[in-house]
């Protein structure tokens, strides 16, 4: 190894404070951030909301049930996606036994609860319920599925077989229908001709049929389309008012599936496809990696998944232009069951992406970005939890969609806005409520920035690590400059 001569090489103070004031001056400007206001991209019809999925935390009497729906409550969104999934069946499925020619078993004692407090969370709002979860007796299995006794046990092994045992899907519509009918109609009349009455009488503006058929089941496209458009064609005499939501795909990297369902070709008559889903985590690249780097792994995939969802939108444009497009499942995902820390700055990190995704969609033209989940714990996917399960209180996760939802949605214009550096994104927006900027710290380093003259006394809402498991902090700038924390999302109101 060479060293290094002293000498003429040597820097002398007056080069060094040289070098320094043109660093500073080459930050500044890279740093600086430009709006046009009278350039308007588009007009945004996109929604920021989340879904709930059910499980034990939520159940009443559980430690953080109350702080849960109250959050859910204080955010008054629209187009909330409410999910009783499998895992929990006493909690998902209304008819966990198959009827016999005397008796059939319909219970609603552990649905009800959760779905009452959901609804009465959500009052004057539009919801998309998702009974996801196909009673198991339906398919064709080795062995008959025995569900635990312990409504609250996790019971991963409920979603066997792919091939039903009714082909004629009569048995499926039929479960669907009545479902639908215990909680709009008052009541149903079971397989036997007995009639169950109900206190129900809700109205449902969205319902989505089965969730992440890729994966549960391992459905083709081919029959899921068959299964949406019989269920579909039997709930619609039930509710004819609700608009039906399909695919809700856990992955969105194969064509076939768009291809298929949005053509109006492979559909009954009279059954168009109102609307479809998919949805996108962010992960680790390796199990070992380490928080440092989670950011370019989670950036660079939600940059992979933005660039499918403009194929996918092509694909929708071209066969059925009047279908809109809900992403409702956006989040991370470290592991199922939670097996080490979360560092405090990841709930940051995932905020701000699903911030990011949220603004890109919204140029794109998306209708719903929906943040995964209200609760999730130890066991339950605890990174995609917008809620502290010891305290009850919403994390940053929640506190991100909270300032989005009171800031932005449908009808804002979007304006050009820039800033030169590619660790923040900045997005203008003309709302009701006057003129607002997006700024999304996408790093794990503070970045400061020079603001258009007029930020000057302009008040800045955000969310960062100093926030923590707290609302939103907000102050009034002092002159033109901000300094994002890392992962930071903030709003400025001009």
């Known amino acids: 190894m060479m060293k290094k001569k002293v000498g003429s090489n040597t820097f002398k103070p007056g080069m060094l404070l040289c070098v320094i004031c043109l660093l500073a001056a080459h ?57 009783p999934w499998f895992p929990y069946p006493h909690m998902a499925v209304a008819e966990l036994k198959p009827p ?7 219970d609603f004692s552990k649905i009800d609860p959760i779905v009452e407090d959901f609804m009465n969370a959500t009052q004057g709002h539009s919801v998309t319920m998702n009974f996801s979860t196909i009673p198991n007796w339906m398919f064709k299995t080795d062995q008959p599925v025995v569900v635990p006794a312990d409504a609250n046990q996790v019971f991963w092994d409920y ?37 169950y009455p109900s206190t129900h009488h809700y109205n449902f503006s969205y319902w989505e049929v089965l969730n992440e058929p890729d994966l549960e089941h391992n459905i083709s496209p081919q029959l899921y389309t068959k299964m949406y458009d019989a269920i579909v064609t039997g709930m619609k005499k039930v509710a004819p008012e609700t608009k039906f939501i399909g695919l809700s795909l856990a992955y969105s ?78 989040g991370n995902i470290l592991s199922r069951d939670g097996d080490k820390p979360i560092s405090p700055a990841y709930w940051n990190l995932s905020g701000a992406m699903y911030a990011y995704i949220y603004v890109v969609l919204a140029n794109i033209g ?7 989940q209200l609760v999730g714990y130890p066991t339950q996917f605890p990174s ?9 209180k919403p994390n940053s996760r929640f506190w991100v969609l909270k300032l989005l939802k009171d800031n932005f949605g449908p009808g804002d214009k979007l304006v050009a806005a820039n800033v ?23 790093s794990d380093k503070p970045v400061q920035l020079m603001l258009p003259a007029d930020a000057k006394n302009a008040t800045v809402q955000y969310v960062d690590g100093s926030t923590a498991d707290n609302p939103p902090a907000q102050r009034k ?13 903030a709003v400025i109101q001009f």
């Open 100 to 106: 016999t020619d005397k008796e059939t078993f319909w």
């Open 253 to 330: 990297n194969n064509p076939e599936w768009f291809e298929y369902f949005l053509n109006p070709a492979n559909h009954t008559k009279g059954i168009e496809p109102e609307g479809i889903s998919y949805h996108f985590y962010g992960e680790k690249n390796y199990d070992l990696q380490n928080i440092d780097t989670y950011q370019y792994s989670f950036f660079n995939q939600a940059d992979g998944f933005l660039n499918k969802v403009r194929y996918i939108e092509s694909i929708r444009k071209r066969l059925s232009p009047k279908t809109f497009t809900t992403i409702n499942e956006i």
């Open 366 to 372: 998306i209708d719903v970005a929906g943040e995964s």
């Open 27 to 83: 930050l500044s400007a890279q740093n600086n951030v430009t709006i046009n206001w009278d350039q308007i991209v588009r007009e945004s019809k996109t929604t920021p909301t989340l879904q709930v999925v059910v499980n034990p935390r939520l159940v009443r009497g559980a430690n953080i049930h109350g702080g849960s729906f109250n959050a859910l409550k204080n955010l008054g969104a629209d187009y909330v996606r409410f999910v």
């Open 477 to 489: 700038l002092q002159n033109n400059q901000l300094l994002l924390k890392p992962f930071a999302v």
């Open 384 to 392: 995609v939890s917008m809620m502290n399960w010891i305290t009850g």
């Open 420 to 442: 030169n550096t590619a660790l923040v994104k900045v997005q203008g927006f003309i709302t009701g409520k006057g003129k607002k900027l997006l700024l999304i710290n996408k």
């Open 159 to 195: 979603n066997g077989g792919t091939e039903l045992r009714d082909t004629t899907m009569k048995e499926l519509v039929d479960y669907f229908v009545n479902l639908l009918s215990w909680y709009t109609k008052g009541g149903f009349t079971d397989e036997l001709g007995k009639y």
